[in-house]
Structures are given as C-alpha cells and as structure tokens.
C-alpha cells in the first residue's frame, strides 16, 4: 500500500541527479512527452540522508523513480572510497527504500565497471559481476541493494557515456585539439559509446512497462578509447593526429579500468525493445548541434 502522504499525485516521475549529464536529458525526454515530473539533484535531495530521502519522496509521491544520481568520479573514488559507498551504495538503498514505502517503480542506472573487463566476448546480463575498481565495486552494491529491497525493478547498466551537459570523453578531445596537434589514447580498452539523448527516450519507454530486470544500453557497435579520438577529431573536422598507446603506457594513475567494457544488448531484444542507434552516427548528431558555445560548458 502506498504510503503517500498526499492523495493529489501530480508527480508522474520522480528523476535522481537531474542536474547530471543523463538526468537532464531524461528530464527533457519527459518534457517532450509532457510526462508530469520533479528533478532532484544534491543541493535539493542529499540522498546519502534516509530521512530527506523518505519524506521527499513520500511528499511528491511519484509512480515511478528513475535513479541517475551517482558518485561518478572513477579515479577520485580510489581515494575516498567511503565517499563513492555513501553515494551509490547507501543512497541507493535509501532511494529503494522509500520506492518501496510508496509502490513506485524504480530504474537504477549502473556500468559496465561491475565486470572484470577480461576477454573480448560482450558481457551478459547473466554473467557474473566482479568489479575491479573501487566505482564498480560500490555501483555493485547500490545493484544488490536495489535487488535485497524490492521484488521488481529496471538495472540498466550503460558504459562511455556522453552528452551536451556535464564533462565527457568528447568534450576533453575538443578541448585538447584547440591546443595540440597530437594526443595520446589507449587503444586496448574496448566499449561502446552511450549518447544520453538516445538512452533518455528508451529509459522512459521502459519505465511505462512492467517488462521489469537488469538490461545493458549503449549504442550500438563497438570501438577503442582511440578509435572514438579518431571519429571525434574527423567528425569535427580537426587535424589532430591519435597515438595509439596501450594501457600500460599510459602515464596517469588512478583507479583500473576494464580492457572490454563490451556490453550485450540482447536483454533489450528478448524483452521487446528497441536498441540504441550506432555509435558513429551518434556522435555525428551530437557533433552538428554541439559545436558551439553549449560543447564548451
């Protein structure tokens, strides 16, 4: 039973990190859709404290909670691993929670950093998490948390991801191609892209079905860390040459990362949705309309 503490629901979706690189687009594909919701991001929703959690989320009293929110900061968390365990283990746990109290359906977002990165095969929903970094571990437990609390929900586990708002892999090679002729990328690191502007519309999609369980979103094909400079840098139309260096030769240090962040898309086939558009076409889309003062945000 709902545990409101409103009868007049006006809030459809209640979106997490809303200020974020994905949570805008979702807010803006929810717009477009004229879908009733509320953002909350950490200066109006500290999710790390049960108690605003609880009462925020029993006051808006949305049918559906999509969970962006996430300590995202991959070599940081080596550092303050509490920090990245109180964001997306603990807060996650308060988001299900109060999902729960109000019978709300929850997506989690999640990563590819929960696998062990080995082999060159595109990981399974099925397949066995192992994390190797301190991110992946926590985004683990904010999944296992989510699964300990209610019976059904949507993890979705995305990898690479980019779009207009917030820092990105794109937006870094821009930066750099104003300033240098050449760049050094690692070329052993494979994954697939995710353009926030093309999972926004099939996270909505999701969650007004009940098609409920754990799926993998990006786009579709795969590349290496390099080969994305590469497409970046001819898409934009910058002559910048891309050394291709293997990971261990890259200098900075931090937190590991997995050489195959290949994820299988087969969950959204087998449940009846439709898949992301490929990468290279993605990127050229986000390109013609970025190449201005909204890229350099």
């Given at each position: 039973m709902s545990g409101c503490m409103r009868e007049d629901k006006a809030v459809s979706v209640l979106v997490t990190g809303s200020s974020g690189q994905l949570g805008r687009d979702v807010c803006r594909e929810l717009e477009r859709r004229k879908i009733p919701y509320v953002g909350r991001n950490s200066d109006t929703m500290d999710i790390t404290d049960r108690d605003i959690v609880l009462k925020q989320i029993q006051t808006y009293c949305p049918d559906v909670i999509i969970h962006c929110a996430a300590y995202t900061a991959v070599d940081r968390a080596e550092e303050e691993p509490e920090r990245a365990f109180a964001v997306n283990e603990v807060g996650t746990r308060h988001i299900a929670e109060a999902s729960k109290k109000i019978d709300a359906k929850l997506l989690y977002i999640s990563t590819d950093y929960v696998f062990?990165?080995?082999?060159?095969?595109?990981?399974?929903?099925?397949?066995?998490?192992?994390?190797?970094?301190?991110?992946?571990?926590?985004?683990?437990?904010?999944?296992?948390?989510?699964?300990?609390?209610?019976?059904?929900?949507?993890?979705?586990?995305?990898?690479w991801v980019f779009g207009e708002h917030g820092r990105n892999f794109v937006k870094t090679m821009l930066r750099l191609a104003?300033?240098?002729?050449?760049?050094?990328?690692?070329?052993?690191?494979?994954?697939?892209?995710t353009y926030t502007v093309d999972l926004a519309p099939l996270l909505c999609d999701m969650v007004q079905t009940e098609r409920y369980g754990v799926y993998h979103a990006a786009n579709e094909g795969e590349c290496s860390w390099a080969e994305f400079a590469e497409a970046i840098f001819q898409e934009a139309g910058k002559s910048v040459a891309v050394e291709r260096i293997a990971t261990g030769e890259y200098k900075a240090a931090g937190a590991v990362r997995p050489l195959n962040s290949r994820l299988s898309k087969q969950s959204l086939t087998d449940a009846g949705f439709s898949r992301l558009p490929v990468w290279r076409d993605a990127l050229a889309r986000y390109l013609s309309g970025a190449m201005d003062e909204n890229l350099r945000n």
């Open positions: 062990p990165g080995t082999g060159t095969k595109p990981y399974e929903t099925t397949d066995a998490p192992e994390p190797q970094n301190v991110y992946g571990r926590s985004k683990l437990a904010g999944e296992r948390a989510v699964q300990e609390i209610l019976e059904q929900y949507f993890i979705v586990r995305i990898s104003e300033t240098k002729s050449g760049v050094q990328v690692v070329d052993d690191q494979v994954g697939s892209p």
